[in-house]
């Protein structure tokens, strides 16, 4: 009983990917993708993560056409997926991925400026002025 919010997070995901791409034409929608969707027991409320390439000001755009387009969305899941109830869709940028980014831009950072030190000498190999006679 508890996979059914898994099942239908996964339909919606599905669903709404396609419309996006395939249905709605709002030149404000940039290229998302969304990550994941997550529906709540009750099935009452689906929240829809997405990433997009941009800066800030295509977020806030891609924010507001995905608020415009929420009606027709809903309606057409509805459609599509046979529920009694469509749940409410709410829209989050999600940032995980760039916090993932980040952290990989920050650990190739270290390599590198490792990569550029020099090597440190070895204290158990002796060096020319502490030679053992």
Do not use: C
């Amino acid at each position: 009983m508890g996979n059914r919010p898994e099942r239908v997070a996964d339909a919606i995901r599905d669903e709404l990917s396609q419309l996006i791409a395939r249905e709605v034409h709002d030149p404000g929608i940039g290229f998302i993708t969304f990550t994941t969707v997550k529906v709540s027991p009750d099935l009452q409320l689906a929240r829809a993560y997405y990433t997009m390439m941009g800066d800030e000001q295509a977020r806030r755009d891609t924010a507001k056409a995905l608020g415009r387009a929420t009606p027709f969305l809903r309606r057409q899941l509805g459609q599509r997926l046979r529920l009694r109830r469509v749940p409410e869709l709410q829209f989050f940028y999600d940032e995980s991925i760039a916090h993932q980014d980040r952290i990989e831009q920050i650990l190739q950072e270290l390599k590198a400026e490792e990569a550029a030190r020099p090597a440190a000498p070895d204290p158990d190999v002796p060096h020319n002025d502490q030679r053992k006679d």
